[in-house]
């Protein structure tokens, strides 16, 4: 075992933790807006996807990262726009259509892969890293922790930012008004489609911000189904967080790290059977859930569609 | 009684005809499902090509339902069975439990994978099919070749077939040398196309040592190759990726050392006569180095000697001086790799 805990591993393992985690934070904090505005957003599987193969189309054309990030953002926003139109302003059944999306998003990024990319599977060279100066000399928390693409720092940003509005801002109270009385906030004069709407739209901006980072950086290429339903996992995390967006993050590293702590365990040929050894990750999660899970609340509209005057 | 000796005839015509219709059935359309589209160079392609040659060897007409997803595939194969199809192959283990329903719902044969419990004559074939014999060459030229003495399993899964070859690879490289150390990943249950997690975790192989991969993964194939183009080896040399079922060396980028390439033609042309020869669904279909059904790619990453060297050995293997057993059990494989106290 001491042969293999080099710092180079070390530092693998971390750093794959956190880029295992990244697109299930930015998941997180994208449904976690949606939940709060009174939409559950089931079609985000579908938003990440679209969003993983724009931003590596956009990426892989271009030979820009960065604006296969801003096409992610945009694949993600066009799968949100058809939730927010069937959904919000239609006021369809919000878990048929989600679930609908995920299955077109899948079928749709499938066939035009087939068609563009099927006979040559084009990869991205290695991503850029922002090293922070002095910081990544750390052993082994340096390079891994203060040496990643600056989005990375980015989603860790955001992390604060939606707290802040949250917290502080009327634009909060507005979206779990929209979440939790519809209604009231409407009688107060307050716009409960186009905040629904907005929060739909940020919610597929950050998915597909999620998607792109999965195929431009965790995995230097686009493949059919990559998401795996990281989007369904970001739900938990969004549900688990009780909207709080520090608990998306706590739960995001939670799972990456587990995955990690999977990876680990096998290569250093842990006599733990690996049935065992992959449930990890999903077991840490049903754990907090468990712990905590009894006491999260959801928004009184949550899944409701609103139609004014209606009763 | 004249009325009854008019009938025996037509009854003798009804009688035979039922018989020859038990004994040989008539096929002329094949169906073949695959989890994701038939270009992966690997499983699905393999699949979906091999059936296309199947059914050209044996004069049936093909329909190729590609792309379905790792769901539920229940009402493809019914439509399937509507439209005509006399054999349905379902080319993924996570149709094993949807194909076999349908079949008895609908009395169209199937061949199924990784389940040999469950077959039933004339009705569910099974081809657990194990490329481990080319998987154990493949692990001799990986001993041969590795400069860090450690090389690297990481697979998606842990299907039968898949489970037979890293336990073949593995008792390769210790067959050649006993101190070469293999270590071993699974990216997630089922993590097929988990192209991201495939980097993950083979990065991790890499910086724990290995400096020659030996990767089993349909999509997440992919994400191994880009780990192992995007980082060197802790000796500071390039990493090598051996590959299986496909032949990826269109897309290769100096990387990829082998592969132990998979011809499933053999085993679909094979259930076609059999379901015509009404012997479907009664015993177990192979591929080997023999019949030429397994085969190990030569690429220009490739030492000529170590060539040679495998080259011989595998000779030895098709005369069965040598003998590698196949291995289905995952428990198995983890007690062949390299355990670190």
Sequence with gaps: MENLLTDAFLSSLLTGAIIAGIPLLLAGLGEQMSEKAGVLNIGIEGMMLFGAYLGFLVAFTFSSVWLGFLGGIAGGMMVAALMALFCVRLGLNQIVIGIGLTLGAEGLTALLHHFQFSRTYPRLPAPVRADLPLLTDIPILGPSLFGRHPVVYIALALVVIMALLYRRTNLGLTLRAAGEKPAALDVAGGRVMMIRTAAVLFTGAMAGLGGAFMANIAAGIFIPYMTGGAGFIGIVLAMLARGRPFWVLTGALIFGGALSLTTALQVAGSNIPTDVIQMLPFAAVMLVLVLYGRKARLPAALGLPYERGAR | ?341
Excluded: C
């Design chain 2, 1 to 341: 009684m004249t009325k009854f000796l008019r009938s025996i005839p037509l009854a003798a015509m009804l009688a035979s005809s039922t018989a020859f219709g038990a004994l040989a059935a008539e096929v002329d359309t094949i169906a073949v499902l695959t989890p994701e589209q038939g270009s992966d160079f690997g499983w699905n392609q393999q699949g979906v090509d091999a059936a296309r040659a199947a059914a050209e060897a044996t004069g049936v007409e093909i329909i190729v339902a590609e792309g379905l997803g790792y769901g539920d595939v229940r009402a493809p194969l019914r439509e399937l069975a509507a439209e005509g199809a006399d054999l349905m192959i379902a080319h993924a283990s996570g149709y094993n439990t949807a194909a076999p329903e349908i079949a008895e719902e609908t009395g169209v044969a199937v061949a199924i994978v990784d389940t040999p419990t469950a077959i039933k004559k004339g009705l569910i074939a099974d081809y657990t099919l194990s490329g481990h014999e080319g998987a154990y060459l493949a692990g001799v030229l990986a001993a041969k070749m590795s400069r860090t003495g450690t090389v690297g399993i990481v697979v998606s899964g842990e299907p039968p077939s898949w489970n037979s070859q890293s336990a073949g690879f593995a008792q390769g490289v210790k067959a050649e040398n006993a101190d070469v150390d293999v270590l071993y990943a699974v990216i997630g249950p089922a993590a097929y196309s988990d192209a991201a997690g495939g980097n993950r975790v083979t990065t991790s192989v890499i910086a724990a040592g290995a400096d020659i991969i030996f990767g089993q993964g349909n999509g997440s194939s992919f994400g191994m190759i880009q780990a192992v183009e995007t980082n060197k080896a802790t000796d500071g040399g390039d990493v090598l990726f051996i590959d299986v079922i496909g032949d990826k060396s269109s897309l290769d980028k100096g990387h990829l050392l082998t592969s132990v390439v998979w011809d499933m033609t053999p085993v679909y042309t094979a259930m076609i006569e059999d379901l015509r020869a009404d012997t479907f669904g009664t015993k177990s279909y192979a591929i080997s180095l023999a019949d030429g059904s397994v085969s190990l790619l030569e690429t220009p990453q490739v030492d000529a000697d170590a060539w040679a060297a495998v080259m011989e050995m595998k000779d030895r293997i098709v005369a069965g001086d040598i003998t590698v057993d196949a291995i289905f059990d995952a428990e198995e494989v983890r007690a062949l790799v390299t355990v670190t106290e």
